[in-house]
């Protein structure tokens, strides 16, 4: 299984620093005991440090630029990305779409820019609680993925990542029904295997190690663990539940 511990901006630089200081080799330890892939997605400016600190573990970007190098203030290249060892990189995440009002045709650039610099995008794609709660969370899903999946295979992209994260499930101790879990992953392998897409698939929004077990996930192939991968000793707790 996948696990990918998204640290948003909870810590600082040297916060982040002294957590993998601090952790960095337990948690390789942990790791040995499960045949989990693991990828650390820190922040931006702790990111090459941390990768320095231990090669044990995979390293993926929080984001990335929609844009080659040029005029872009403020934007983090795909180049830069894999320059400093990063293997993946989380596009798309709700919290992008609401608070920067991303479009698809953004989150499409964003991966043609991994790919370009073989960076594995893992696309985040989730309704939110208002058409959860309207039972449209399939239409929301299959507006969201279809271009992508579209794209990938008019560009020969055989195989993605993608992770099902619902916006209302984001901090909200709240996981949907196992139901509502499998319906939706079904629904996305499906419309991924119209366009001969293979996709590994992910669940994120609250994960905890309160709120999950291997049986709920079972239609999911890796989880997109937010807050709760900051605390180590919780982040192992879930390591070694799935």
């Given amino acids: 299984m996948y696990i990918v511990a998204n640290w948003k901006t909870y810590f600082s630089y040297d916060q982040s620093l002294a957590w993998i200081t601090n952790h960095g080799k337990e948690l390789s330890d942990t790791l040995k005991q499960t045949d989990h892939q693991f990828i650390l997605c820190p922040s931006f400016d ?22 080659p190098s040029g005029a872009y203030t403020g934007e983090v290249l795909a180049q830069s990305l894999a320059e400093i060892g990063c293997r993946y990189g989380i596009i798309g995440h709700g919290e992008r779409r609401e608070l920067f009002h991303e479009t698809t045709l953004l989150i499409i650039l964003k991966l043609e820019q991994l790919m370009l610099y073989k960076i594995q995008p893992i696309i985040c794609i989730g309704e939110t609680e208002q058409d959860y709660q309207a039972d449209n969370a399939l239409n929301v899903v299959t507006t969201q993925l279809i271009p992508i999946v579209q794209y990938a295979r008019k560009h020969f992209i055989t195989h993605l990542y993608i992770a099902y994260e619902p916006m209302w499930a984001i ?46 996930f079972e239609s999911f192939q890796g989880l997109l663990v937010g807050k709760a991968s900051t605390d180590f000793q919780e982040l192992k707790k879930i390591i070694l539940s799935v």
């Fill in 46 to 67: 702790a990111l090459a440090c941390i990768r320095k600190k231990t090669d044990s573990i995979l390293y993926g970007a929080q984001d990335c630029s929609p844009y």
């Fill in 171 to 216: 901090g909200a101790n709240a996981i949907a029904p196992k139901i509502h879990l499998d319906r939706i992953a079904n629904h996305i392998q499906n419309l991924s295997q119209q366009q001969n897409i293979k996709i590994t698939l992910l669940y994120g929004g609250s994960i905890q190690s309160s709120t999950i077990s291997r049986s709920l």
